[in-house]
């Protein structure tokens, strides 16, 4: 209901706006004289499709949001970039603890965007991820597709390492 979407020139209903859901499970019980508790998340993320503005014959408001759209890809794929790659412009390798995750001081950005920062945990590699990505077969837009299919894979290159956490005693 919050999300918003415009017809543009590219899109009949184009959507504005990326959409994250998470889904958090708590399992929580008694073990002797304490209680213990276990917890996973499942994040839903939804990314709305960069533009071209060319394309999308966008002005005001509308070229607005799909230049922030546009942004907040170009940090994800900086962030999946720096994760996914072994050197970081010529500068040493990204430190990567036992679990694969980059060890504090590492040069990940996460703070250029929202959409970045709040999937900082996902993209560290703490989860089994999934990333489907949509494309056209139509030629006209194989130029993007072909991108898609690129961004796609550089984020399946990202080092995952999802186990279960010993239960915490509350």
């Not at 979407?5 to 929580?28: C, D, G, I």
């Not at 759209?69 to 970039?81: K, T, V």
Request: hydrophobic fraction near 40%; glycine fraction near 8%.
């Amino acid at each position: 209901e919050n999300r918003t979407t415009e017809a543009t020139a590219a899109n009949a209903v184009s959507s504005r706006s990326h959409a994250l859901l998470w889904v958090t499970v708590r399992e929580e019980w008694a073990e002797g004289a304490g209680r213990k508790r276990r917890e996973g998340r499942l994040a839903l993320v939804d990314l709305a499709g960069s533009e071209r503005a060319s394309a999308t014959l966008n002005s005001g408001a509308r070229l607005q949001e799909g230049a922030k759209i546009n942004r907040s890809l170009l940090a994800l794929a900086n962030c999946i970039n720096a994760l996914t790659s072994p050197l970081q412009g010529g500068q040493a390798p990204i430190r990567r603890g036992s679990t694969g995750a980059p060890l504090a001081g590492s040069a990940v950005n996460y703070r250029d965007s929202k959409l970045t920062h709040l999937l900082k945990s996902s993209l560290e590699g703490h989860c089994r991820m999934i990333m489907i990505a949509n494309v056209n077969p139509n030629g006209t837009f194989y130029e993007d597709s072909h991108n898609t299919i690129k961004y796609a894979n550089r984020a399946k290159a990202i080092k995952v390492s999802s186990k279960v956490e010993a239960a915490v005693a509350v």
